[in-house]
DNA sequence: TCCATTCTCTGACTTTAGTCAGAGACTTCT
DNA sequence: AGAAGTCTCTGACTAAAGTCAGAGAATGGA
């Protein structure tokens, strides 16, 4: 790594902690510990179980156990079990609750345009355009890809939208049951893995890559979440299934995907996919593809 | 100011948060608390003042001196009286301490190369640039810039600072006896102004103007630190000079520059500046500009 | 010289933030 | 049905972070 990178990346840290991190929990923090608020927040206007919110802050159970205490005792929240389990407690706001909420709301507003109001208008732009970068990058450090059988729920949950995806992108519509691949089974083991990308534990982008006999490896169901697009995920999500690929001692690997997805054609190609005629009878396909691997 | 650029800075805010907060108080606050890994690294090198280190860090006086205390027992610093005010105290690092401030220094190194190693070589590239954009701009948002007396010990280390540069720059040297304004207190009160912008308390910028009866008023000594370049800083100045001038009645402005402040030209054009033939005989100018004020 | 002010320190606190070891209610697996 | 495992909670702690009211030394100005 070279020292300039890490010099760079070490001023930014010190300028930001020393104008946003101190700024930050000032601003918040002024009823309420930081505690409380950060957990306040965390719950969402939606309401969440207790364990997911431990897992999201990083927090003891027993610490979290008695800040919800506090909260409550407060009438801010109510804490009941849930429906289906009732060892989980599922939280959710009080109309106080919400308030309070909102008032935090309007502090995270408020800081935001005091680091604004003090830029004339062309820096103001500059700065919200390089912070996107900033932000996009730093999330795209944070995501991270597993290998997941195609039927624990978070595949189904991806393959699911996906396919609501393309129902609502191409014009027919879409049918899972006419695609050459129905059963997303065949891209999990023994003959295939199926992998899902997660940010901050939520699942948003997966694919999978079937191992057929004699035939080159063959790639299907890549897809990413709208929320986490232009992170690179959809590249790193193609260079896992590559690797799987190459470990299984494959020369290539093949897809096909729809015109409509303008995208992903653009991915293929910039990754070194080339163009082939049709090997299989998909019937959504448009385009098929195929990319040799040496390694 | 409109809500898409908030909800930038927000969503920045909450990431780098995440990413950077959490884990430099992780990383820096192994052995020691993060209060005292804090107070260790804000003396430096050269020794610091209790009085600025409390200013620096915001913190309580009684709690600054626990804190001290505590390091002072680890035998990582020594207090001692100022020489020329007993009452100020002087924090200065022993062995021990620039020992233990140097593994705090490559923790931040560590953490930075954390932050880039999960990237790849594009990424990284576009990562560091953002990160320099956001730090210079957020770093513009606290540059203060105040009225001071041409006299007071700021001022005239600006000054200083600016005719050791012009003496680096120009070829035949800069001797401000030759120069058309030899004292700076014509730029101050009652006929004129002089200002003085400050990052973090240090001076690092500074430009006067004068009102000389029937002409129009005439800027001088306009100059910006290294270290604060690219801030937009010269514009502001250059804009708070103005706007005195505005106040002051005048329909024009005028300066003069030499032909090496290649940057200072480019400024004073791009804020409409014509050039003009020459309004004096100042020995260093080879340009003479004015500007028309509708104020 | 005296008085107001500045600066740092100490003692006596409080609040936050967090850890750890169970206990008890509930689910899931066999 | 019984055992093993999950999930949340309580009690009993500790360490860190910070506040507040003086006390005492030193300084600057009238």
Redesign the interface.
């Known amino acids: 790594?070279d020292a300039?990178?890490?010099?760079?990346?070490?001023?930014?840290?010190r300028?930001?902690?020393e104008?946003?991190?101190?700024l930050?929990d000032h601003f918040l923090g002024t009823d309420r510990p930081v505690g409380e608020a950060r957990l306040l927040w965390e719950i969402g206007a939606e309401g969440r179980d207790v364990r997911r919110l431990r897992d999201r802050l990083?927090l003891d159970s027993g610490y979290v156990s008695r800040l919800l205490r506090s909260l409550e005792r407060d009438g801010l929240v109510t804490v009941e079990p849930q429906e289906h389990d009732r060892r989980v407690r599922t939280v959710r706001l009080t109309a106080a609750g919400r308030k309070e909420r909102a008032v935090l709301d309007e502090r995270?507003?408020e800081?935001?345009?005091l680091?604004?109001?003090?830029?004339?208008e062309r820096?103001?732009t500059?700065?919200?355009?390089?912070?996107?970068?900033?932000?996009r990058?730093?999330?795209?450090?944070?995501v991270s890809v597993e290998e997941l059988d195609p039927a624990h729920p978070d595949s189904v949950a991806c393959l699911g939208a996906y396919f609501d995806e393309l129902s609502e992108r191409f014009e027919e519509g879409f049918d899972a049951a006419l695609s050459a691949v129905p059963d997303a089974g065949v891209l999990g083991p023994p003959h295939g893995v199926f992998v899902v990308a997660r940010l901050h534990g939520e699942p948003v982008g997966c694919g999978g890559i079937h191992l057929g006999g004699d035939e080159p490896p063959y790639i299907k169901r890549m897809w990413v979440a709208k929320s986490a697009r232009g992170l690179?995920l959809g590249r790193r999500l193609l260079a896992e299934l590559e690797a799987y690929a190459v470990r299984s001692g494959a020369r290539s690997v093949r897809l096909e995907t729809n015109g409509e997805l303008r995208e992903a054609i653009a991915l293929y190609r910039s990754a070194g996919y080339e163009e082939v005629p049709a090997f299989n009878d998909e019937y959504y396909a448009h385009h098929w593809f195929e990319k040799p691997l040496d390694g």
Chains 1, 2 share one sequence.
């Not at 104008?19 to 101190?22: E, K």
């Not at 680091?115 to 004339?120: A, D, H, R």
């Open positions: 790594m300039e990178s890490i010099a760079q990346v070490r001023r930014f840290n300028t930001v902690g104008r946003i991190g101190v930050h990083g995270s507003d800081l935001a345009e680091i604004l109001t003090s830029l004339n820096q103001r500059r700065l919200t355009a390089a912070m996107a970068e900033v932000d990058l730093l999330t795209a450090g944070t690179g």
